[in-house]
């Protein structure tokens, strides 16, 4: 599908749901793809980007910064503490704040750097043992101290388990949201992204909808 229809849906959605077309950003979703199929959705004139692993995007987005302009990226996938610097470095910004040591590293390399990107917490709404992501719970915590240590903390991003209905998971995430005074909503992927918007999403991350199948390494 290409980009123009992927946008398309995405207004119609937002038409649908009563809210102001534009006020849902697409995150193009591009690990794992060939850098042709990137490079198609760059000179189609798109900019914002995520990826979800550290190692893959520094392999290829410095030199796609080199030749386009404006591109924003973001960090969908968990972060090791190890690649903590290194993301920091590359993303301008990080959706996957799951846990208090994490929320320390980024403080305390970005005073060491005088500069963090944008952060969102990653809830995992599902509560499900292979995913990451701080459990609803406890996620009212883990904003908290995110605001005590100073850290630019804009929303909250979810991947709802596969198989149960995405709405409620995407309506936790808001009432988390809404809450705690967050504005940013990441949710809602090529499958259930019209879902997402019904239910306030400010961003929604979109693969395979846009690229088309992803080519593993």
């Known amino acids: 599908m290409s980009l123009a229809e992927i946008t398309e849906r995405l207004h119609q959605a937002e038409e649908a749901a009563g809210r102001a077309t534009g006020s849902t950003r697409l995150i193009a979703v591009s690990k794992v793809q060939p850098l042709e199929r990137i490079e198609a959705v760059l000179d189609a004139g798109h900019r914002l980007f995520g990826e979800n692993k550290v190692q893959e995007a520094a392999g290829k987005w410095p030199a796609l910064r080199e030749r386009y302009d404006g591109i924003e990226l973001h960090l969908i996938g968990p972060l090791q503490s190890n690649k903590t610097r290194q993301a920091m470095q590359l993303f301008d910004c990080i959706q996957s704040v799951d846990r208090p040591k ?7 390399i970005a005073e060491e750097e005088g500069r963090c990107p944008e952060l969102m917490v990653q809830v995992n709404t599902g509560e499900e043992a292979q995913k990451a992501g701080v459990i609803p719970d406890e996620t009212d915590a883990l904003i908290a101290l995110c605001r005590e240590l100073g850290l630019p903390l804009t929303g909250l991003m979810c991947i709802p388990p596969l198989d149960e ?16 005074g967050l504005e940013h909503l990441s949710m809602g992927m090529s499958a259930d992204f019209e879902r997402a918007i019904a239910q306030g999403a400010t961003h929604v991350r979109v693969g395979s909808a846009l690229f088309g199948e992803r080519v593993a390494p």
Do not use: M, Q, T, V
Request: charged share 20%.
């Open 165 to 180: 209905e995405p709405s409620l998971h995407f309506a936790l995430l808001a009432k988390l949201a809404k809450r705690n």
């Open 102 to 108: 994490l929320a320390h590293a980024i403080a305390r």
